[in-house]
């Protein structure tokens, strides 16, 4: 059974750092793209960033672009967003997800998402 | 960025009844590379149609998606009462991997 499990949200400070973790299992780990989604409260799905499963490459929102870094543990089977110089818009909960195709590609769907992280910026 | 529009924002229907939702692009998706997800309150979203027409693992077949290029349509052909719920569409052929901004299906 595939889960994804997020950790590392919270309350952080305008300006502020956070890093988030998505513990997956159930699944070859390296063989699946995986991707971050936010979703504001009350508001709509916004796709923040993607990895490939295959050479690493790396795909960002411009709203997150050059403050966001995503990454992957293959040999923890774990997912990373690193979380620098947030703002109060950066405020929502942080869903991991796994995509579809298990080439690697992150030409891809999300077919397992996880419950998600709530991170709240404020002062 | 290809920027999907859905439609419309909010639809009342009773159940038994068909819903057609709609999801407009501002240029062509590659491939029909385009998804649609089901989401209820205090929950992930579920992937419901990938490739524009093919369902995901145990979806009902009363889910069907249908389209190309910049207009694509997710039919549900009887509702049924846990259908409703919070529908996205999001293109995924070219990155930013976007989503529209959600159709509410809401019981009439």
Redesign the interface.
């Known amino acids: 059974e595939v889960q994804l499990l997020e950790s590392g949200g919270g309350l952080v400070q305008p300006g502020g750092s956070l890093r988030l973790s998505c513990a997956a299992s159930g699944f070859t780990f390296s063989s699946y793209a995986m ?1 971050w ?1 936010r979703q504001a409260p009350g508001k ?4 923040v960033s ?1 990895i490939s499963g295959s050479d690493g490459s790396t ?4 709203s997150v672009k050059g403050r966001f870094t995503i990454s992957r543990d293959n040999s923890k089977n774990t997912l990373y967003l690193q979380m620098n110089s947030l703002r109060a818009e950066d405020t929502a909960v942080y ?1 991991c997800a796994k995509g ?1 195709t298990s080439r690697g590609t ?6 397992y ?4 992280t709530l991170v709240t910026v404020s002062s | ?1 290809i920027v999907l529009t859905q439609s419309p924002g909010t639809l009342s229907l009773s159940p038994g009844e068909r819903a057609t939702l709609s999801c407009r692009a501002s240029q062509s998706v590659s491939s029909s ?1 385009l ?1 649609w ?1 089901q ?1 209820k309150p205090g929950q ?4 419901l149609i ?1 490739g524009a027409s093919s369902r ?2 145990g979806i009902p077949d009363r889910f069907s998606g249908s389209g190309s290029g910049t207009d694509f349509t997710l039919t549900i052909s009887r509702l049924e009462s846990e259908d409703f719920a ?1 529908y ?1 569409c ?1 293109q ?2 070219s ?8 159709t509410k299906l809401e019981i009439k």
């Open positions: 991707s989604v709509g799905l916004e796709w993607t795909y960002y929102a411009d869903y579809k992150t030409v891809t769907p999300f077919d998402w996880g419950q998600g | 960025e590379y998804a997800y989401q992930a979203p579920r992937l990938y995901a693992t919070v996205y999001q995924y052929g990155s930013p991997y976007t989503f529209g901004q959600g």
